[in-house]
């Protein structure tokens, strides 16, 4: 099983480790003294990302799910500086595992991944370009990179706590 992608960038680019960690009036106090408009990925990201090796069952990557309170899993090879080769998400699960009666425990993760390449973005974008991006593609996340090492995750929730 993969692991979380912990300590490979300093944390100085962050304000806080995990803005998921914040209260809801804690969060909405930060954001109320932002520029929206000037707000770049790295202000909303979730970092550190859960992952999961390609070979991982379905049943594994539902438990990391579950473990770490995320609505997906990147697929990713071990090491420090990970490629992104997939991404498998809570619709994939019911729509290609358990609508199907499949064996969670005997279906690999590659088997019902979305494959890479993904759409993915630049650590320094700005959340506008990130907004974008999940419009054109339809899709409601985007793995955020930094010089080509995958840094962490940008949602559609992430975005929408911006405006409310």
């Known amino acids: 099983m993969g692991s979380a992608l912990k300590g490979a960038f300093p944390l100085d680019f962050l304000f806080f480790k995990n803005r998921s960690d914040l209260s809801a009036n804690s969060r909405k106090r930060w954001l109320d003294n932002r ?19 390609p070979d991982a069952t379905v049943l594994e990557a ?9 609505g997906s899993v990147l697929v990713a090879r071990d090491g420090l500086l990970k490629e992104c080769l997939g991404i498998v998400t809570t619709s994939q699960l019911f729509h290609k595992v358990f609508a199907e009666g499949r064996d969670p425990a005997r279906v690999a993760v590659r088997e019902i991944m979305t494959p890479g ?5 630049d650590l320094d ?21 930094k010089d080509g090492a995958l840094v962490g995750i940008i949602t ?9």
């Not at 539902?62 to 995320?70: G, H, L, P, S, T």
């Open 35 to 53: 520029n929206v408009a000037a707000m770049k990925v790295r202000d909303l990201m979730s970092y550190p990302i859960a992952t999961v090796r």
């Open 62 to 70: 539902v438990k990391r799910m579950a473990a770490e309170k995320k």
């Open 117 to 121: 390449p993904l759409v993915t973005i």
């Open 125 to 145: 974008a700005s959340t506008m370009e990130a907004a974008r991006l999940m419009r054109v593609h339809r899709i409601r996340r985007l793995p955020v990179m």
């Open 156 to 164: 559609s929730k992430d975005l929408l706590a911006c405006v409310v």
